[in-house]
């Protein structure tokens, strides 16, 4: 698990024990004279490095002992750990790439771009580029991409679904970086059993997607899944369950607009031929 991933749990296991006790956020945020605001930012994952000793607190609060109060230490310590991506927190959004390393499964849709884990490097480039980065930054949003990439050679990772909207092929107009980037998401979509690209044609029109891009990560089995919604600010997690299942229900709808991946792969080559 990727310490973002463990931070959840932590957090999860933290409130599991504390209503398993009995106690009320105030309650319990009392016994320890800390505020439940405090407490609150612990149990939703808002307070991102929490101290052994504050973990150990609540512990013994909570009557936690033996193996079940190790495992829960062994958690607090993973999640202390620093990921790559906290060096490039300039560039990438780092609760989601802390996610998406941890993710089983990622659905993902890329508006008006080609979805990053598809990207070649570049058309990386070019969008760093096109978001006024200097040559130093751009190098680092590449090697952000290449680092996140290589999610999809991981054992533990079933399955990556991509949407990619015709449109965000046709804007790419230099004809070197349009084939390599038509070239890799043809081999990915034919010779990668966990990768399925589907394209959603220009001729569809407006559609469901029009709000934006999005990604949905699912978890193991104990885990929530989550949907990223991407935004010029860099980003936000949903959590909330009623949120994310209408977040499915689009996706479900776009899967279902969207050409074949056998029908994808025929579109693509032809796009390839008329670079």
């Not at 230490?73 to 802390?98: F, H, T």
């Not at 508006?111 to 884990?117: H, K, M």
């Not at 891009?213 to 885990?223: K, R």
């Amino acid at each position: 698990m990727t310490s973002t991933v463990v931070r959840r749990r932590l957090s999860a296991e933290l409130r599991r024990w504390r209503m398993r006790a009995g106690l009320t956020l105030s309650d319990a945020a009392g016994e320890l004279d800390w505020s439940p605001a405090k407490l609150g930012h612990i149990e939703t994952g808002i307070r991102k490095r929490l101290s052994i000793t504050e973990v150990l607190a609540l512990l013994q609060l909570y009557g936690v002992t033996g193996g079940q109060r190790e495992a829960i230490l062994a958690l607090a310590r993973q999640a202390r750990a620093r990921p790559w991506w906290a060096e490039y927190e300039d560039v990438v959004s780092s609760p989601y790439v802390g996610n998406e390393a941890g993710a089983v499964a990622i659905d993902t849709y890329g508006g008006a771009l080609v979805p990053d884990l598809l990207q070649v490097p570049e058309y990386t480039a070019l969008l760093a580029r096109a978001r006024g980065y200097d040559s130093r930054t751009t190098e680092r949003m590449v090697a952000a991409y290449l680092n996140r990439q290589e999610n999809l050679a991981r054992d533990t990772l079933s399955r990556y679904h991509a949407l990619v909207e015709e449109d965000a092929l046709q804007r790419v107009t230099d004809p070197r970086v349009r084939h390599a980037q038509l070239r890799r998401m043809i081999e990915l979509a034919e010779g990668h059993a966990r990768v399925t690209v589907q394209l959603l044609a220009t001729s569809l029109g407006p559609h469901v997607g029009a709000a934006g891009p999005f990604a949905v990560l699912e978890f193991d089995e104990d885990e929530s899944s989550l949907v990223f919604v991407d935004t010029p600010h860099g980003g936000a997690i949903v959590e909330a369950e009623t949120d994310v299942a209408r977040c499915q229900q689009v996706w479900h709808a776009l899967v279902e607009a969207a050409g074949s991946p056998q029908d994808t792969v025929t579109v693509l080559r032809r796009l390839d031929l008329l670079t």
